[in-house]
């Protein structure tokens, strides 16, 4: 006997824009793992993120700006392990992660 077995397609978006006039392009990106309980619970939704990039591209502090709180602690984990192009100073980056169930 055939068991069925439902599948979840997940979408992940990520998306970035920069605070100031100057955009910093992002090197890599960590695709967040979608939250088992929010997968269960159909919660999806863009978490607004904002980041502090050291001028060696790394991701030093991640602030929550808003977005779901099942969502939450995925996106800003992830975000941490982003890299950005180098640049001569410090920089901040608001970004936004999208989670959606399909």
């Not at 779901?68 to 996106?75: E, F, G, K, M």
């Amino acid at each position: 006997m055939h068991r069925f077995i439902k599948t979840w397609l997940i979408v992940l978006v990520l998306s970035g824009s920069l605070l100031g006039a100057n955009k910093r392009e992002i090197k890599r990106r960590v695709a967040p793992l979608y939250p088992e309980l929010a997968k269960r619970m159909g919660v999806s939704g863009a978490v607004k993120l904002e980041l502090t990039v050291g001028p060696d591209g790394h991701v030093q502090d991640v602030k929550v700006i808003s977005g779901h709180p099942l969502l939450r602690q995925a996106a800003a984990a992830s975000a941490k392990n982003w890299i950005f192009a180098e640049a001569p100073a410090q920089t901040t980056e608001e970004v936004e992660v999208d989670f959606a169930l399909q």
